[in-house]
């Protein structure tokens, strides 16, 4: 297959471990007779101090073109005044709304070896493998009305939480399916004992529910749902939930797994390209040391190989090749160990094989 790749890999340590993901991708073409083209283009803080604006419309088009986007990190200290006009966050709400990316996803996957990594006790740790399914274009974040106003000199701040009908229809047709390839179940995740947009959301949820009999679908709402990933993350396959609840839950999940440096995500819509990136931010504390983990960038590379390009063989390739890895016992800084960035992406390219032999 020959499939042309958009690498944004933006700021801080994103051009780190965006060049590891790259070098994966690399390995992966060679070994199953691909042909993957990249081309590289900025985003965030580095757009910023170049052109002015977060994203380009010149980048933005470069990604429309592609079969598939990775990206790294934006943001960092340089561009962190709250009232400066244009900031690097700005650039990857442009590119989700410009690509139509509404649903993230997050896999989550505890590996025995990293349980004394996680703050979470062990038992909790056991068995778990979830994916959090967030909405990521309606809700708070894109709810009309928003902003600042002054009433006699008192200040109001507003911001609208608003979802249609289809929009909770098209996410929650991605989770089950996605459960159908899983352990059959969807937790529908939503606050719809305060909220009307919840009423609607678990509304449609039910109905839906109904179309996948072969599905078990539970409602939560999203205090108990925080409580539960901790308490019990293991009783999760699929969780779905709206732009804000997502956010808050999947950062609440990484902690399951020991390090942020370790989780992918990818963002699809209805079409290619989809957006692949690690869920850790540009690290400025770690960055240029070479010694930022890469493994949440590489395995973000699986989930492109895999959601992007239909590449099952290759991304589950690459994702035996990083459990190998640590449960050999390499590590990062980050997972109480001594590898640099290159070392852990060229232990893992090395253990990269076509053929699984178990
Ligand atoms: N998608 C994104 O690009 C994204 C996401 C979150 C934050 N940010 C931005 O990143 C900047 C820093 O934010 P933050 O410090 O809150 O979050 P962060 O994820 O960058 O870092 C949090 C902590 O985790 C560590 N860490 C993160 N990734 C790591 C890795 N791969 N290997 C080892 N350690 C790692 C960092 O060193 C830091 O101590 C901010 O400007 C923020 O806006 C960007």
């Known amino acids: 297959m020959k499939a042309r790749i958009v690498t944004l890999p933006g700021d801080g340590i994103g051009p780190e471990v965006t060049e ?25 803080g580095c757009s910023i101090e170049k052109h002015a604006v977060a994203l380009t419309d010149e980048t933005l088009a470069a990604c429309k073109g592609s079969d598939g986007v990775l990206l790294g990190a934006v943001g960092g200290p340089r561009w962190d005044n709250p009232d400066a006009a244009i900031r690097p966050e700005q650039g990857l709400l442009a590119i989700r709304k410009g690509l139509g990316l509404y649903a993230n996803l997050r896999p989550v996957r505890s590996m025995p070896a990293l349980f004394d990594v996680s703050p979470v006790k062990s038992e909790n740790l056991v068995g778990v493998d979830l994916v959090v399914v967030r909405e990521l274009t309606g809700g708070l974040y894109f709810g009309q009305p928003k902003g600042r106003f002054s009433d006699n000199g008192s200040l109001r701040a507003v911001d609208t939480m608003e979802y249609h009908e289809f929009e909770i229809v098209r996410i929650l047709e991605l989770a089950f399916r996605l459960a159908k ?16 947009t919840s009423r609607l959301w678990r509304q449609v949820a039910a109905r839906l529910g109904q179309k996948h009999p072969d599905i078990l679908l539970e409602h939560m709402l999203v205090d108990t749902a925080s409580m539960r990933l901790i308490t019990s993350p293991a009783s999760f396959d699929v969780l779905v939930t709206e732009n804000t609840f997502g956010d808050i839950l999947t950062d609440e999940a990484s902690v399951l797994t020991g390090s942020m440096g370790m989780l992918p995500s990818a963002s699809l819509g209805d079409n290619r390209p989809g957006l692949f990136e690690p869920i850790h931010g540009s690290a400025p504390d770690i960055a240029g ?31 035996v090749a990083v459990d190998r890895v640590i449960e050999d016992g390499h590590r990062t800084k980050d997972l109480k160990g001594t590898l640099t960035t290159q070392q852990m992406r060229n232990t893992i390219i090395d253990r990269i094989v076509s053929e699984q032999g178990d």
Not at 186 to 192: F, G, I, L, N, W
Not at 294 to 313: Q, T
């Open 20 to 44: 590891a993901a790259v070098r994966v991708l690399e390995k992966i073409g060679q070994l199953f007779g691909h042909k993957f083209e990249f081309s590289e283009h900025l985003i965030g």
């Open 289 to 319: 040391k070479g010694i930022a983990n890469p493994i949440g960038s590489i395995l973000s590379a699986a989930l492109l190989l895999r959601h992007g390009l239909n590449l099952e063989r290759e991304a589950r390739a690459i994702e």
């Open 181 to 196: 390839n899983r352990k059959k179940k969807v937790t529908s995740v939503d606050k719809a004992n305060i909220l009307e």
